[in-house]
C-alpha cells in the first residue's frame, strides 16, 4: 500500500513562509514522481509542483517559481514544499500525490497519480 502523512499547512500572513511535509510509510519516495497540487474552495485542482522520478527534474506552476521549492530526504522518505512569500491566492488545501509513472506532464496529468495525500489546509490571510 501507498501510504502518506501530510502536515505543514497553517495561518499564515502574507509574505509568510510555510513548509508541508510529505513522508511516505509503506514505500520509497525515490523510485516514485512526487506531485503537489492545490484546491481553492470554488476552484479547480491545480499542479503547484512536481519532481519527476525519471531523472528528478522539478516543475512549477508560473505563478510559484522563484517562491517555492520541492525537495525531498530521502533518508527521511518524506518530500517537502517550500513555500515563500506566500500570497491570498496561495491558500487552499495542498494534496501531495505519488506515481509510479514517469515521462508525463506531473502538473497537470492528475489521472497518472494512484495515491494522494488527505490534504492540509493552507490560510493565507491578514
Known amino acids: 500500500q501507498l501510504q502518506f502523512v501530510e502536515s505543514g499547512g497553517g495561518l499564515v500572513q502574507p509574505g509568510g513562509s510555510l513548509r508541508l511535509s510529505c513522508a511516505a510509510s509503506?514505500?520509497?519516495?525515490?523510485?516514485?514522481?512526487i506531485g503537489w497540487f492545490r484546491q481553492a474552495p470554488g476552484k479547480d485542482r491545480e499542479g503547484v509542483s512536481c519532481?519527476?522520478?525519471?531523472?528528478?527534474?522539478?516543475y512549477y506552476k508560473d505563478s510559484v517559481k522563484g517562491r517555492f521549492t520541492i525537495s525531498r530526504n530521502n533518508a527521511k522518505n518524506t518530500v517537502y514544499l517550500q513555500m515563500n512569500s506566500l500570497k491570498p491566492d496561495d491558500a487552499g488545501v495542498y494534496y501531495c500525490?505519488?506515481?509510479?509513472?514517469?515521462?508525463?506532464?506531473?502538473?497537470?496529468?492528475?489521472?497518472?497519480?494512484?495515491?494522494w495525500g488527505q490534504g492540509t489546509q493552507v490560510t493565507v490571510s491578514t
Open positions: 500525490a505519488a506515481s509510479a509513472h514517469d515521462g508525463f506532464n506531473c502538473l497537470e496529468s492528475e489521472y497518472e497519480y494512484a495515491a
Open positions: 509503506a514505500f520509497t519516495f525515490h523510485y516514485y514522481t
Open positions: 519532481f519527476s522520478s525519471r531523472d528528478g527534474s522539478t
